[in-house]
């Protein structure tokens, strides 16, 4: 049986030795082409650009080929967006290697709403926890706030946006069915419940380290600006920053003190252009010109 675009993604996504890009260009070629989807593995190792890992890649589709119905009843314990379908965050889409495909649980009409990145340190302190309960109840009247579940400010973004009656999007790095890190698993469940939460991964993909500067690009993509809150001078936060201004959306930084380790990374946006933000105003007054 021929597959559908939306099944042959879903088969590649779960394949091994194919990458986000590849996706991409097997989907683009099947559009430019009628939208066929009848490719062989070969075909696909082609189109897609596969070199070191054809092996795996071989592997893995031979595997899913020979066993059909087991990935149609594994496809269909999953809901999924594509790149092509209407419901696709457009800023999402303007991104450099933009997901192929988004796994969700959750209100999806979440991503056609203005969204704003509320992002930070693990290791919260006070300060910073003081800073999200005050920007919160302003920011979350006008705007989605987007984070990753993380420890810290992330999970207190989402939890606080919940509290005030506002509308929240995780993204994380793993199967939508994994929760991590532990600690933050009650907030995933109740997002995925009563919010939005959504990754490019599929069911039973746990974390890996390179998984999370991915997850970062969504969460720069699909935003109008990003706000670091607390961030060491080399943190994942900053990952994300620098993602948003690739992608010419404004970036937001709170100073905090500058003895403190975890202010460096804030005060050094600051000193690159970021917007010094002392009050959840800097920010609405900033996003309304997108």
Known sequence: MELTQRDLLFKLAVCEGIGN????????????YHDTTNFSKEEIIHIAGITTYQKQFC??????????????????????????????????????????????????????????AMIGARSASVYGIQVVREFIP????????????????????????????????????????????????HVQREMMEKQLVISEYPNGVGPRKYHFPMRNRIIAGITLGTCVIEARKNSGSLITAQAALDYG??????????????AKGCHNLIQEGAKCTIRPQDILEEIQFF
């Open 59 to 116: 592997t893995s589709w031979d595997y899913w080929t020979a066993n059909d119905e087991k990935l149609q009843n594994y496809q269909a314990q999953h809901q999924f967006i594509l790149v092509t379908d209407a419901v696709y965050p457009a800023y999402l889409k303007q991104i450099y290697n933009c997901p192929a495909l988004l796994f969700y649980k959750g209100k999806i009409d979440y991503l056609a709403e203005p969204c704003l």
């Open 21 to 32: 890009l590849g996706m991409l260009k097997v989907l683009d070629f099947s559009l430019a």
């Open 249 to 262: 959306r404004e970036v937001f930084a709170v100073p905090g003190n500058v003895l403190q380790a975890h």
């Open 138 to 185: 302003a920011l979350a009247k006008q705007l989605t706030i987007v984070s990753g579940l993380a420890k810290g400010i992330d999970s207190i973004s989402h939890q606080i946006t919940m509290q005030n009656g506002g509308k929240t999007i995780g993204v994380i790095g793993t199967g939508l069915d994994i929760c991590y890190p532990k600690e933050t698993a």
